[in-house]
């Protein structure tokens, strides 16, 4: 049984594909470098006959059976209700210095290293790393479990560290479980999708406009009315269930509806138009380096209605970003050095990953360098 799959692969690849050889002597034809090795293995999964045609099939057998939804989800306690498993992980697993093999790049020392660039240019930093679903809502997932210290213990580690270290933090998780407190019966999460509701991203810039309405920069702006914000409601269907790949769910996992806060022009030629980012990069003081917590609702339905948008509402000014999904650990830092013109004229980067970007981020955390080191300079 080992063997029928790739043997019976490679008479596919000569008879019905039309190849001289099959596809996985192509090993053999360029050196071994991971690159490489990377390479072969995504194509080999592209044209794999029973990845394209008998796994599908597979997955809808057991999600019918079993009810599992693979190794990217799990299916909560009650209807509906799914979680992205990297995110359970994170809160369940060592923190990520106490493992076996630690990992080469420390997010808190490059955390640092970012806030100590900014700073020789006169531009503070606020970290704000974004609970996942799991600890905001565990008794979704398990039965009996509430949220809690115990949950956050990864992420509050961190956060202790880069207090000490003097870099600027936003401890979300004590703000959205106060949240929770308030009205429990409130989701602050999508139920099949890895982020948060409108509400969750609504408080989410409420937290972090506290923060800046203490600076001394933000007390002499205008406080001239720019955005006024309306409720409106959409039918979202969760990333969750798309991640399984599992075939017909349009039938399986229905849609859910979410109320968003949408924030709209209030004045001017723009007026009654949802907020967009200033034409000008220098328009705004506040520049966020974000990940899809950052897009969800924002750039996607219903549009101006993220966290985003949110803080621009809150402190009535405008606010730039820069986003990229699942890539805020280092992507976005490159997309900044690469475009270092987005920093002119701000006072404030607001970094805000997911929590179990800290163990999983994509590409890791490298050390960037915004700007080229001066010779004689440490």
Not at 314 to 319: K, R, T, W
């Amino acid at each position: 049984m080992i063997f029928a799959v790739p043997l019976s692969q490679a008479v596919i690849d000569v008879t019905a594909g039309g190849e001289p050889r099959p596809f996985f002597l192509t090993l053999f034809t360029r050196s071994p470098s991971e690159r490489n090795l990377r390479d072969f293995e995504d194509k080999l999964e592209q044209s794999s006959y029973y990845e394209q045609k008998v796994r599908p099939l597979f997955q809808l057998g057991r999600y019918h059976l079993l009810r599992e939804l693979g190794e990217k989800a799990l299916a909560g306690n009650q209807p509906g209700w799914y979680f992205f498993t990297p995110g359970m992980r994170y809160l369940v697993e060592p923190f990520y210095r106490d493992l076996v093999e630690p990992p080469k790049d420390d997010p808190v020392a490059v955390i640092q290293d970012l806030a100590r660039q900014l700073g020789t240019r006169g531009i503070e930093l606020l970290v704000m790393p974004v609970p996942g679903k799991a600890s905001v809502h565990p008794e979704r997932l398990v039965r009996g479990v509430a949220p809690g210290p115990g949950l956050d213990a990864n992420t509050r580690r961190v956060l202790g560290e880069l207090r000490r270290r003097g870099v600027a933090v936003i401890d979300l998780y004590r703000v959205l479980l106060e949240a929770r407190a308030r009205e429990p019966k409130r989701a602050l999460y999508m139920k099949g999708d890895t982020h948060w509701t409108g509400e969750g991203a609504r408080i989410a810039a409420r937290a972090v406009a506290d923060w800046i309405e203490q600076r001394p920069w933000y007390s002499v702006l205008s406080r001239e009315k720019r955005y006024l914000r309306k409720t409106v409601r959409i039918s979202r269907r969760g990333d969750v269930p798309r991640m399984t790949q599992i075939p017909h769910q349009e039938r399986l996992f229905s849609a859910e509806t979410v109320t968003c806060h949408r924030v709209l022009f209030a004045a001017g030629e723009q007026k009654g138009e949802p907020y967009e980012e200033p034409e000008s990069v220098a328009g705004a003081l506040v520049l966020v380096l974000g990940d899809s917590f950052s897009r969800v609702f924002e750039t996607d339905e219903p549009g101006a209605a993220g966290w985003i948008s949110n803080l621009a509402f809150e402190l009535q000014q405008p606010v730039a970003s820069i986003v990229n999904d699942g890539g805020a650990s280092t992507l976005v830092r490159q997309q900044l050095a690469q475009d270092l013109g987005a920093l002119a004229g701000k006072k404030l980067v607001v970094w805000s990953f997911v929590e179990r970007d800290l163990r999983f981020g994509l590409q890791g955390w490298q050390p960037i360098a915004l700007w080229p080191k001066q010779p004689g300079k440490k």
